[in-house]
C-alpha cells in the first residue's frame, strides 16, 4: 500500500534504445545471454515459455518458435488450431543473470496464420493502446505488486514462511523487513540492476505479505514487468524454500493481496489529468478529461471485476468485512474519492488516479486494457461522476461490486462496453466469460471443509 512516487519513466531494458536497428542475437550477445526464454502469458496469466538457445535467435526472430495454443492454457484456441507463433518484442530484453548466468526474458506477442492473435494478452493491450493513440493519448501506469511468502505444511495447510511473522498487525514491522532482508534485498537488487527503479520495500498488512515497488511507465512496459516479477519473486523465493503466491486470499483471517495500478494519460509531454485552473469545486485539482475517465470507470465498475478479480478467491477478499488488522482495503462499492484508500477509485493527487478494486491474480494485459477501455468509453460519452464521497463514504446510487465469481460473469456479459474491449470482439470476451463460469461452477461443485461441517448433522 505504499504510494507510488512520480519520477522520469525509465528505459524498459539498456538496449531498449537499440532494439530497432539490431538483431535479437545481437542484442543477446552484447549481455552476454546464452539462453533466451521466450515468453508470453494466457488469459489467466500462466506464464508461457520456450528456452531458446542463442544459436536460435534469428529463428525466434523470424517466427519460427510454434506453441500449441490450446495446450498452452485459455488462449481461445482448440486442438486442431493453427500453432501460436511467439514474435519477440525486442524492447522487452530483460536479462536476468540473477536467475542463471546467461539467462534472459523476453515478451512475445502471439501470432496465428501471420497476424497478431487477438485473445492473446499482450496483443489485447497492444489493440487497446493504438486505439488510443488514434486520439492522440498514450497511458502511463504505476503497479503495486502485493505477495504472500508461505510454506506448505504435510497436510496441505499453508504457514507463513517466517515463523515469526505472527503479529496480527505486522505492516511497516522493520523486525519483519529484517528477518527477510535476503530475499527481499535480492529482488531489490534485481529490480534495479534491470533499471525499473525500485524505491521501496515493505512488509503489508498481513503476516508474511509483502510488496516491492518500482517507477511507473509506459502502459505496456509496466504490464510486462508485473509478468516478469512475478516470475522472478517465484523463481528467487522458491531457491530459499519459500512460495511466492498472489492468491488474492490465501488466509482466510488476514488481509488478502493487491494488484493495485497508478492510471494517467498523457498527450506526449502533456499529462492530461491536472486541471489547468478550478475543477469545478471538487477539490482533487483533476481536468475535466480526468474525471470523465474515472467516471467511464465507475460506470462499468462490475463488469471490470472480472479482470481486475478473475478467480473464485477473489471474493473472499473483496467480500471480507474485516481482518485481523481491522481493516481489508478492498473496496466493495465502485466510489471514488481522494487521498483515502477505502474507494475503489482513490486520487492521491492531480496527475493519476489509483485503482485499488484488482488482485494478486489479475493478468495485468487484460486488467490495464479493460480499465483504459472503461475510461475512454466516459471520455468518448463525457460522463461526469459528480461530486467525490467523502472518507469512508460511497454515493446511495454506487454500483455495488460484485460478491462472486459467477456475479462478476453476469455483470461482464450485460455490459457491451466491456465484452467489445479484448481487441474489439464481443466474442473474446464472451469466451472469457464462459470459461470464468466454468471455473466458478468447477468450484462450486466441490464438496468443502465447511459444508461437512454445517450440515453432516444440522438435521
Known amino acids: ?43 489467466t496469466g500462466k506464464p508461457c515459455a520456450k528456452l531458446v538457445p542463442v544459436e536460435a535467435a534469428d529463428e525466434l526472430e523470424n517466427g519460427a518458435m510454434g506453441f500449441a495454443g490450446y495446450a498452452a492454457g485459455l488462449m481461445g484456441q482448440k486442438p486442431q488450431d493453427s500453432d501460436l507463433i511467439a514474435i519477440p518484442d525486442l524492447a522487452s530484453f530483460t536479462p536476468v543473470p540473477f ?76 523486525r519483519g523487513v529484517t528477518r527477510m532482508y535476503d530475499h527481499l534485498t535480492s529482488i531489490s537488487d534485481a529490480m534495479n540492476s534491470l533499471g525499473w527503479g525500485n524505491y521501496a520495500n515493505d512488509h503489508e498488512d498481513a503476516a508474511g505479505q509483502f510488496e516491492q515497488n518500482f517507477n511507473y511507465a509506459d502502459a505496456l512496459t509496466t504490464a510486462d514487468r508485473v509478468v516478469s516479477l512475478r516470475y522472478i519473486l517465484n523463481i528467487l523465493a522458491g531457491q530459499r524454500g519459500m512460495t511466492a503466491t498472489f492468491m488474492p486470499k490465501p488466509f482466510t483471517d488476514r488481509t488478502g493481496t493487491g494488484l493495485h495500478f497508478h492510471l494517467s494519460l498523457w498527450s506526449d509531454a502533456e499529462a492530461l489529468f491536472p486541471a489547468e485552473g478550478a475543477d469545478g469545486g471538487r477539490g482533487l485539482g483533476l481536468s475535466g478529461l480526468a474525471y470523465s475517465f474515472i467516471a467511464g470507470i465507475l460506470d462499468h465498475a462490475p463488469a471490470l471485476q472480472a479482470f481486475l478479480a478473475p478467480t473464485v478467491n477473489s471474493y473472499k477478499r473483496t467480500g471480507a468485512t474485516t481482518s485481523s488488522s481491522g481493516a481489508t482495503w478492498s473496496p466493495r462499492k465502485a466510489s471514488f474519492g481522494g487521498n483515502d484508500r477505502t474507494h475503489m477509485i482513490r486520487v492521491p493527487d492531480n496527475k493519476r488516479i489509483e485503482l485499488r478494486s484488482g488482485d494478486g491474480s489479475a493478468n495485468p494485459y487484460l486488467a490495464i486494457a479493460t480499465a483504459i477501455a472503461a475510461g475512454l468509453d466516459g471520455v468518448e460519452k463525457s460522463l461526469d461522476p459528480g461530486q467525490p464521497s467523502g472518507p469512508g463514504e460511497s454515493k446511495p446510487d454506487a454500483h455495488l461490486l460484485p460478491s462472486t465469481l459467477l456475479h462478476a460473469v453476469e455483470a461482464l456479459r450485460k455490459d457491451p462496453v466491456i465484452l467489445a474491449s479484448l481487441s474489439g470482439d464481443p466474442a473474446i470476451g464472451s469466451y472469457y466469460a464462459d470459461a470464468k463460469e466454468e471455473e466458478f461452477l468447477s468450484w462450486h461443485n466441490q464438496v468443502s471443509d465447511w459444508e461437512i461441517r454445517t450440515y453432516l448433522t444440522s438435521i
Open 1 to 43: 500500500m505504499t504510494s507510488l512516487a512520480t519520477p522520469e519513466v525509465q528505459a524498459t531494458a539498456p538496449v531498449a534504445a537499440d532494439a530497432g536497428r539490431i538483431s535479437l542475437a545481437d542484442i543477446a550477445e552484447a549481455h552476454g545471454v546464452r539462453f533466451l526464454l521466450a515468453t508470453f502469458v494466457d488469459m
Open 99 to 174: 536467475i542463471k548466468e546467461g539467462l534472459a526474458i523476453i515478451h512475445c506477442d502471439p501470432h496465428v496464420d501471420g497476424k497478431p492473435w487477438p485473445y492473446a494478452p499482450r496483443v489485447v493491450l497492444k489493440n487497446t493502446l493504438a486505439r488510443l493513440a488514434e486520439k492522440g493519448m498514450q497511458a502511463k501506469v504505476g503497479a503495486e505488486v502485493e505477495y504472500f511468502l508461505v510454506t506448505k505444511n504435510d497436510d496441505g495447510t499453508l504457514s507463513t514462511a517466517d515463523d515469526k511473522d505472527d503479529s496480527p498487525r505486522p505492516c511497516y514491522d522493520a
